[in-house]
């Protein structure tokens, strides 16, 4: 089982950026697709965005609109997500995801996730 800690959330004012880390505990990271979700109150988590474990493929929720780039760095065993242009829409609690397969990275039932860390995009 992978363990995966989040990081870099935070308050933001509309327009601002954030950049999430993930951290994942296993030496087979290369052979993970990696994702991020986010759930806002009230409503169900979502999908924002996934990047395939060799990092050439990468996929994304139409709401990020070129915002939101996701990246990998494998020496490192992390995963990020820049996100640019906030707006209060995008508050919520953002999780990574870790499996060998792609689609259940992206349609978020992968095994394996994250605690979350809260993203507030507020003036």
């Known amino acids: 089982q992978v363990q995966l800690v989040e990081s870099g959330g935070g308050l933001v004012q509309p327009g601002g950026s954030l950049r999430l880390s993930c951290l994942a505990s296993t030496s087979a990271f290369k052979s993970y697709n990696l994702g991020w979700h986010r759930q806002a109150p009230g409503k169900e988590r979502e999908f924002v965005a996934a990047?395939?474990?060799?990092?050439?493929?990468?996929y994304y929720a139409d709401f990020v609109k070129g915002r939101f780039t996701i990246s990998r760095d494998n020496a490192r065993s992390t995963v990020y997500i820049q996100m640019n242009e906030l707006e209060p829409e995008d508050t919520g609690v953002y999780y990574c995801s870790a499996d060998s397969n792609s689609a259940y990275v992206i349609g978020g039932t992968s095994d394996c996730w994250g605690q979350g860390t809260q993203v507030t995009v507020s003036s």
């Open positions: 990047i395939s474990f060799d990092g050439v493929n990468t």
